[in-house]
């Protein structure tokens, strides 16, 4: 029989939903949102800032909107979520509220300067308070007055960079203008859009510019009535389990968001057969659900254009180019360097442990395919998606690979080592 997954709601969607939801006017309904320990630090984090986040997020989740925003008190711990701190800078930024942004050691040696700049240049008051360029980071209170407008071309394509500083712009109801040198995924224009937001962006097939323009004030926002669509990310794993184990696969309730689906594109490219069949829209995004053939994989190359679509999936389809035939390569990927940990080191270091042949560049990879089964031990250094990309690899016939840290994958994907067991040899 073909197992049926749905997989948790996305991760980036519940973030922004927690977070716009504050600033509606009136209640949001949300069903599917993410209950994984990167989306609980948000929740932790509104709270501190004055939002009234419920605790228990089963079924249909009422998230009251018209938030009495006030100063935080004491350190706001934004975990090991990138997302956490650098949207909820820029919203703290917007709203004029003092608030001191911690994390834990990755978070901690991630880079602030990014959205710490572009804030600054539009008036916030923001110091760091330990190492420079990075958090802890202290935002001071505005008494009055709003932000300057802001027209920026960032260095890098980051939906973490642009969303902040739409939330900035959104909050205090000043102009913004951000054009990407690649286009980013684009959850927080299609919410925003969705709340009735004056705002601007991209066509689906391309565009890397948003303009938002509240024209002096806080626009009056719609609250959100949605399902969240399952997380691309986490589909992107049991699609690769499925094909790693040469089972077949359907995943309901997906997110298809065109910025988002990279991974299908090159998984197809690679030789899957992977039917693709959209169900309808939720939340200004297209959802749908997946079926997955068994087939041989082949290398590709990953294109630097590609990267900002399948960023979060690298560590996935590098890991199945041990796997498939010839050679998997990708370029312009140094963002990898700078996630929960430094992605492209640790993929070569593992792989080369496993015994799998793997050149690391200064900004990707290649991967020599076909090394047999493959045994060893994988340091995650507590990444989640490199623990459950070395997971994908541990379903493969006859392979013995042991992850040190498995508890990691709680930041975005609790229940992973349940769903993959359903797709590993023993349940074939
Ligand atoms: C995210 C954006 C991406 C991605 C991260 C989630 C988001 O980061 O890697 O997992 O929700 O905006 P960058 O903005 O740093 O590229």
Redo the contacts with the bound molecule.
Sequence with gaps: MTPVIRVPGD??IS??VLMLAGLAAGDSWVENLLDAADVRSTAEVLRGLGVDVPCTWSGRVRLPGDAAWRDAEGILDCGNS??TA??VAGLAAGLGRSAVLDGDDSLRRRPMERVVYPLQAMGARIEYRGVRGYIPIELRARASGGLRVLRHRPR??????K?CLLLAGLASGTLVEVVEPGR??D?TERLLEAMGAPITFGPEDGGARVLLDPGGAPPALRPLDLRVPGDP?SAAFLVGAALVAGRRLRLEGVGLNPTRTGYLEVLRRMGARITITETGREGGEPVGDLSVEPAELRGVEIEPALV?RV??ELPLLAVLGAQAGGCLSVRGAR?LRV?ESDRLALLASNLDELGVQCREWEDGLEVSGRAGPLSGSVYTDGDHRIAMAFGVLAVAPGSDVRIDDRACVAVSYPGFWEDLRLLSEEAA
């Design positions: 991760k980036s973030h922004r990138g997302t650098r949207l890098v394509a980051s939906a973490q960079v969303s980013s995924r959850h990310s900002p960023l979060d963002e996630k």
